[in-house]
């Protein structure tokens, strides 16, 4: 495989479905297992640059997949709590804002 030739997928879309990123996910996490086996024959091979090459993909890919997973996730709280979306009502006027030092 060329190693060159390996192209990350695009970033989600915050306005993206669910169902989106997780299709993104299983294809992220399948390109994981490819480029671990791949890693494996390379640290076999005693092909060091190709390793780290393959290294440095992989945990580009986790990163990836934590994000979506926190995305995903963040998206889970607001729908099973729309009232944490609310914004907080304001304190009375005057109240715990500033010290009157002129007392």
Do not use: C, F, H, W
């Amino acid at each position: 495989m060329n190693i060159n030739g390996i192209n990350s997928p695009a970033p989600a879309n915050a306005n993206s479905p669910a169902g989106g990123a997780d299709s993104q996910i299983r294809a992220l996490e399948q390109k994981l297992q490819q480029l671990t086996n791949e890693k494996e024959k390379a640290v076999e091979a005693k092909d060091e640059e190709k390793a780290k090459i393959l290294e440095k993909q992989i945990q580009e890919i986790k990163k990836q997949i934590a994000e979506l997973k926190r995305q995903e996730n963040k998206e889970d709280e607001k729908e099973e709590n729309p009232s944490s979306v609310q914004a907080e009502k304001p304190k009375e006027p005057g109240m715990g804002r500033y010290l009157d030092e002129s007392v």
